[in-house]
């Protein structure tokens, strides 16, 4: 029995670039600012043209999520801190209720993930999930602390040795694009470090529960932020 079939979206190679980028931005991976690669390095790892590509760049300059600059120094850059902040909070305006459900989607597969990389990770996750927390007590913007965070949780992801749920939390953080004063205010910065380390010590330990309960920390953070945030926007 055939089920849940769909018309097929076609979509021009242009448009799968497009995507791939926004997602790197909406998660906080490219910072504000941030240089992309050369066209000939990105168009190398897209598998597409520089014709193509540079189609690519002229969308997401035309929705404000890099700018192109020409000369010497010139290149596509991420657009700055402002202009994320307005597209984020103009995408949440328009959907407050959607933030919410991602929020659901991340918060039961993170903790799926914890209970499971608590049992299964390696030392090479180990390193992966300690850089990140290294990253995090470095960061000195907004910015940097939300890339931190994302390549933790992304790690924690591999961790699980699960790959549907490595995708799920990567496919969760790509679509919440929080402005960045939102993700954790100052005032909890150092707590949600805390509660990080906590996680981290957890899964070297290969506490499950501890696991368990120190991504709750981190979930109510979110939840008491996307609440705050949704309300705004209402």
């Known amino acids: 029995m055939l ?9 021009a190679a ?13 998660s906080g991976l490219l910072l504000p600012a941030e240089r992309l690669p050369a066209e000939r ?3 190398d790892r897209f598998g597409i ?7 690519a760049l002229r969308v997401l300059e035309t929705n404000q999520y890099i700018t192109v600059r020409r ?19 103009r995408r949440m305006s328009r959907a407050p209720a959607a933030a919410m459900r991602v929020v659901e989607f991340l918060t039961v597969n993170q903790l799926a993930a914890a209970r499971l990389a608590a ?3 390696g030392m090479a996750d180990l390193k992966r999930l300690r850089q990140a927390t290294d990253m995090m007590h470095a960061a000195g913007t907004a910015p940097q602390r939300k890339q931190a965070e994302a390549l933790f949780l992304l790690a924690l992801g591999d961790a699980s040795q699960n790959p549907l749920l490595a995708r799920a939390i990567e496919d969760g953080l790509a679509e919440l694009f929080l402005p960045f004063e939102g993700a954790l205010p100052d005032s909890s910065a150092s707590e949600a470090v805390r509660s990080f380390e906590g996680l981290l010590h957890a899964l070297q330990s290969e506490d499950a529960e501890a696991a368990e309960a ?7 953070m979110l939840w008491a932020a996307i609440r705050r945030m949704t309300r705004s926007a209402a």
Do not use: C, N
Not at 71 to 87: I, Y
Not at 214 to 220: C, V, W, Y
């Open 49 to 55: 043209s520089r014709v193509t590509l540079r189609e």
């Open 214 to 220: 120190a991504m709750a920390d981190l979930h109510g």
């Open 71 to 89: 000369g010497a120094q010139g290149g596509a850059f991420v657009t700055d801190e402002d202009r994320l902040t307005q597209l984020a909070r």
């Open 3 to 11: 089920w849940g079939l769909r018309p097929v979206e076609p979509q």
């Open 119 to 121: 049992a299964r990770r």
């Open 14 to 26: 242009h448009g799968l670039a497009v995507d791939l980028l926004r997602r790197q931005i909406h």
């Open 41 to 43: 390095q990105l168009s």
